[in-house]
């Protein structure tokens, strides 16, 4: 364990609306650095580094110290618990480093963390979970791992210790542990409901047989329903599989459309009809899809196999509207053809870039991209840590409705153990993401 109280260097700049906003992952711990306790230095400052975005720092840059005096006397207690060895190590240092940079920007200088190795393993994280609690914990960060949430939120409920972790599986969420990953569910209403408005009302859906894909299925079913459309093809296919091409050609009704565009062209054929039928010339199928808009909430390299076998059979994406989720918020997947023009749900570039560019500035090298989910609970402990009066890290002080603002922009604790984010609609061009419907700058309070 390292505990720290670090000195903010004043980089990042107030967002006059966040103030109003933020009023309303062996046995053991093991050390970062055996044995050691020491001060950080903060990291230094960049020329030109774009400042991070802020959880309301209260700090000009010409004044080295803080400006807020803290209510309370001593160090918040938190612990950050993440894998800096074991499997995921390099997720862990890439979350530790961004914990660190929201305790540069964010805290006062009495705030500290105590960073906790879970080795990638949930009985580890467990143990850890109980060492930091000892120590004092008044509110755990983390693990990454939902199988890790599900060990330690025993032992920090038994303590009273709240947990925010880093998954994004509603399965580990409840009884004061909470999930920051971006959930598949909210991502996939929000771009149906988007698609809905604007026209489409016949969704296809082909997705993983994993958990990512069932609750995509499912948020798809619930938010057509909800929009007045419809899911009239719902298909899922084996992740990794050999090959899917059976899979999409039964998706989409491949063998039925040939069929009828044969049948088309045998009776202009009989007809005399030269004319209609030379327009049909180099095409494979015809008639109606079954859909006029289809959702594969898939990415990487999965998503890159699946676009051109789409095309292949005909799914025409001049024709039918191609949707996905945070997963296609890769530019690169816009020299894919097919995926050109089509939408998606995800925080929105232009907010998380003052975050990236943070990161870049101090470690020299782009964050692993959960890294911002650290950062942005370490600067909600740290604004709440400072809140004049009682209350700290108390169920109504994380679950109050109006969320707080931060690195992936608007987000907020339900009391169910969720999450709740402002998403945007983007779109995929050859060059890039493109902004096509923002995302909300506040919260209905009616939710919480």
């Known amino acids: 364990m390292m505990g720290f109280r670090a000195r903010q260097m004043g980089l990042a700049a107030t967002l006059a609306a966040m103030v109003a906003i933020l ?8 050390p970062i650095a055996p044995g050691e306790r020491s001060e950080s230095a903060p990291p230094p400052k960049t020329a030109g580094a774009t400042p991070p975005p802020s959880l309301d720092v209260r700090r000009s840059e010409q004044e080295p110290g803080p400006v807020f005096v803290p209510e309370r006397i001593g160090p ?13 190590a390099e997720v862990g240092k890439a979350l530790r480093n961004a914990a ?20 990638s393993n949930p009985q580890t994280a467990a143990g850890v979970a109980q060492s930091a609690i000892a120590d004092g914990a008044e509110l755990i960060i983390g693990p990454l791992f939902a199988e890790s949430a599900r060990a330690v939120g025993p032992v920090a409920r038994a303590a009273g210790v709240p947990v925010l972790a880093f998954s994004n599986d509603r399965g580990a969420a409840g009884d004061g542990v909470w999930v920051l990953g971006l959930l598949p569910a909210q991502q996939v209403e929000r771009v149906i409901r988007y698609a809905a408005a604007n026209g489409y009302g016949r969704f296809g859906v082909l997705a993983p047989s994993n958990a990512y894909g069932s609750a995509a299925m499912q948020a798809a079913r619930e938010a057509a329903a909800r929009s007045g459309a419809a899911i009239t ?10 090959s899917l091409s059976d899979t999409v050609r039964a998706f989409a009704s491949y063998d039925a459309r040939k069929s009828a565009l044969q049948r088309q062209k045998a009776e202009l054929q009989s007809s005399g009809a030269g004319r209609a039928l030379a327009r049909l010339k180099g095409r494979e199928t015809s008639g109606a899809y079954p859909y006029d808009a289809v959702l594969v909430p898939e990415g990487g390299q999965a998503i890159l196999n699946l676009a051109p076998l789409m095309a292949y059979y005909d799914i025409d994406p001049n024709e039918v509207k191609y949707l996905g989720t945070a997963l296609w918020a890769d530019p690169s997947l816009g020299r894919e053809p097919t995926l050109v023009g089509g939408w998606f749900a995800a925080p929105d570039p232009e907010g998380r870039k003052a975050f990236l560019d943070r990161y870049r500035a101090v470690h020299g090298d782009a964050p692993h991209g959960l890294a911002s989910l650290a950062y942005d609970a370490v600067g909600m402990a740290a604004v709440l840590a400072r809140q004049p ?3 700290g890290f108390s169920f109504e002080n994380l679950t109050q409705p109006s ?8 987000f907020r604790l339900l009391i169910d153990g969720t999450n709740q ?15 096509v419907d923002p995302a909300p700058r506040r919260f209905s309070p009616a939710i919480n």
């Open 23 to 30: 009023a309303a992952c062996s046995s053991g711990k093991e």
């Open 100 to 119: 660190e940079l929201a305790l540069f920007d964010i805290a006062t200088e009495d705030f500290a963390l105590a960073f906790y190795d879970t080795a």
């Open 233 to 242: 093809r719902a298909q899922s296919y084996t992740p990794g599989a050999a």
């Open 421 to 435: 984010r402002g998403l945007a609609i983007l779109r995929l061009t050859p060059s890039g993401l493109e902004r």
């Open 403 to 410: 969320g707080f603002n931060g690195a992936d922009g608007l």
């Open 389 to 391: 009066g009682a209350g």
């Open 76 to 88: 918040p207690k938190v612990a950050v618990l993440v894998p800096l060895t074991g499997r995921a």
